[in-house]
């Protein structure tokens, strides 16, 4: 009995192996591959790993700078005076408030469309108005109070007699230059340019920026990302995730496909 349980033993191994072999062999090439690069941006992805309250798994999720999202840090907030400085990048189409050399709050903004960019340059809160409405850009209404322009320039169109020249409302009113470019609430789509010129805010950061900036704050408006941004490995991180979430549902998209062909042809 015992040289027989020996003589057995080899052999059922030996079967399994072949089975797994064969298995092995006539697994589709297309779907081993497919699951190969799966596990491997699975376990990339796992490797970022920032705290979730901090500002870098902020700029490293939810497809940043393309987001409506805001970054707040409250306790550096709360150190936020007049002197903090705030800069607007128009690449990315985002605002951030620096406390010292670090980012304090980070937002989206809507600027100047093709033909009517907004400027770059650095610049000084000139005026500060709760309640404004623009002077140049709104609706033009006729005598019987029907609007007839609602992207009216009172500097170019006409209004008709009897009728009356209504002004956009800015509120929360940041001025940066004399010809009527500011930051103010305004509507916002995050990565787009909206504006005749101005900084377009949402309203929860614009009453916020109004709360701290005063006559005389500094505001940078850059083209690029500004040369003391603190996050950078994060941000290219980020991107670098973006990319891989993007393959690995098209991947889960990919095996699926192939598995159920698979079932299909052994139906068939």
Known sequence: ????????????????????????????????????????????????????????????????????????????????????????????QRGRLYVGDQVAADWPVSTGIPGRETPTGNFSVREKKRDYASNRYGKIYNSEGKCVNYDADAFNNAVPEGGRFVGSPMPCWLRLTGDGVGMHIGKVRAGRRLSHGCIRTPGEMARELYRILAVGSKVSVRQDIE???????????????????????????????IQMREKEEKRG
């Not at 941000?235 to 699926?256: M, P, S, V």
């Open 1 to 92: 009995m015992k040289s027989c349980t020996k003589y057995i033993l080899p052999v059922s191994l030996t079967l399994v192996l072949l089975t797994s072999t064969s298995c092995l062999s006539k697994k589709n090439p297309e779907l081993v591959a497919a699951q190969a690069e799966l596990a491997q941006l699975e376990q990339r992805q796992a490797k970022i790993n920032y705290p979730i309250s901090s500002y870098e798994y902020f700029v490293s999720h939810d497809g940043y700078p393309v987001t409506i999202g805001i970054y707040k840090d409250r306790a550096l907030l709360s150190k936020a005076t007049p002197a903090s400085r705030v800069i607007i990048c128009l690449s990315q």
């Open 227 to 257: 040369p003391q941004y603190p996050c950078r490995d994060a941000l290219i991180a980020g991107t670098e995730q973006h990319q891989n979430e993007k393959r690995i549902r098209a991947l889960k998209e990919e095996i699926y496909k």
